[in-house]
């Protein structure tokens, strides 16, 4: 880790340990009209600035004012924003966007690309395939366990949620958009309560390089909006790709439309498993490797993929955090092991937020389907969404039903930190 990576780390740290009870007192706060993103970036013109303050008032979370608008069960992509699909069409003409097929996974398997496309090649990069992108978060600083954990809001999150308060521990958690909607309760005990960090697991939990552009500009778009909605104005940061299935075509949409950083992982527990009705893997199991990990080298530093989605895979979190602690590891929020800002337009959950607005619409997305946004730029070739990834029915929450742990080694990484922007006159739209 460099000198200025270093400093970095403990400033964050700093600005964490400073946050007050009242909700008051940070070391650092971002300059008021500044964001974290260059004022070329097209997030500007999604989540547009404003003169003074956020200046909204939003719904209460969990009321029907709040839910409004918002597809219950899959990623809609007919009453999508047209700023958005601007911005990916945008993005496409300016060859930012590459043109990847679509690949197609089956009964549960790594996804599989068309003769030619090889993924582990630095057109695809498929982080399946063990291929790894400047720019991705998958390891900690030495010494560093970065806490996160993904599938959440659940009723399994409760107790973790008082396990963590107990501790005064803040983690990130990546949420599912539907299960915000499900579990709205849950949901502010992690941001209002916790003051935890709040990212993005897309909106219903499908292998993303299944979908076409405009597929994944939706399960991204509207889990953002919302969290945006429920946050007070906060714009996510990051986000992991559930299944770890990634790759450039999906990170550009991610980057160059949203301003997402793609976040992988190093170590997985298979934690998910534990409330499935063949479990691949036993608590005993996942208590050996984290011993393994916890009492081993601190080099790379630690982000192991856990997962609030049940009682049993919580437990196993709370049964190895005392190795933690008693191993000297530094206990960080992924948001806060990366040394920067926790959302875009604000640097963490209880420190001010720039003026943000979602696009051309005021507070929500439209009640009603739109005009059909015409997607010829966005559009890949055809090809059938698989089973596999298809979202649940409304009434049931979505988690993970298989990690790709196995997949996932250290990689040492330099994170580069360069953002690509579009211009502004290709978007169409004034920025404040």
Not at 207 to 230: C, D, F, P, R
Not at 275 to 291: A, G, N, R, Y
């Amino acid at each position: 880790m460099s000198r200025l990576s270093a400093i970095l780390l403990l400033a964050t740290t700093a600005v964490y340990a400073s946050v007050a009870p009242a909700h008051e007192s940070h070391t650092e706060k971002p300059p008021r009209n500044k964001w974290y993103q260059e004022d070329d970036h097209p997030v500007h013109a999604l989540f547009k600035r404003g003169p003074v303050g956020d200046g909204i008032i939003y719904p209460a979370v969990g009321t029907p004012e709040w839910s409004a608008g918002f597809p219950p069960t899959t990623a809609d992509t007919t009453m999508l924003p047209k700023t958005w699909v601007d911005a990916l069409n945008a993005a496409a003409l300016a060859g930012k966007i590459p043109d990847i097929p679509q690949s197609t996974a089956t009964n549960g398997l790594d996804p599989v690309y068309p003769t030619g496309y090889d993924p582990s090649s630095p057109t695809v990069c498929s982080s399946t395939a063990k291929c790894v992108t400047p720019g991705d978060v998958w390891d900690a600083p030495p010494g560093v366990v970065a806490l996160s954990f993904d599938d959440g809001p659940l009723p399994a999150s409760d107790q973790l949620y008082q396990f963590l308060a107990s501790k005064s521990e803040h983690v990130t958690h990546f949420f599912i958009g539907t299960n915000i909607l499900l579990y709205p309760e849950q949901f502010k005990t992690a941001f209002e309560t916790n003051q935890d960090d709040i990212a993005v697991h897309t909106w219903t939990h499908p292998y993303m390089t299944t979908n076409s552009n405009l597929q994944v500009l939706a399960e991204l778009g509207w889990s953002m909006e919302l969290i945006h909605n429920s946050t007070g104005g906060r714009i996510p940061k990051y986000w992991r790709p559930p299944y770890g299935d990634c790759d450039m075509r999906v990170r550009a949409i991610a980057k160059e439309v949203f301003g997402l950083t793609t976040v992988i992982w190093n170590q997985d527990t298979d934690d998910w498993t534990l409330s499935e009705p063949v479990p691949l893997t036993t608590p005993e199991k996942i208590q050996q490797q984290m011993t393994q990990w916890l009492t081993g080298p601190k080099t790379p530093g630690l982000v192991i993929l856990e997962h609030e989605l049940s009682d049993l895979s919580v437990k196993s979190f709370m049964d190895a955090y005392p190795m933690m602690v008693s191993n000297g590891w530094k206990r960080l929020s992924l948001v806060q092991m990366d040394a920067g800002s926790a959302y875009q337009n604000a640097w963490n959950s209880t420190s001010k937020v720039n003026p943000a607005n979602v696009g051309d619409l005021a507070v929500k997305p439209p009640a009603l389907p739109s005009a059909k946004p015409t997607a010829s730029l966005a559009k890949l070739p055809a090809s059938p969404l698989p089973s596999s990834a298809k979202p649940a029915s409304s009434n049931k929450p979505l988690g993970n039903q298989k990690s790709g742990a196995t997949h996932f080694s250290a990689a040492s990484l330099a994170l580069s930190g360069i953002t690509a922007a579009i211009v502004a006159a290709a978007l169409g739209i004034i920025m404040s």
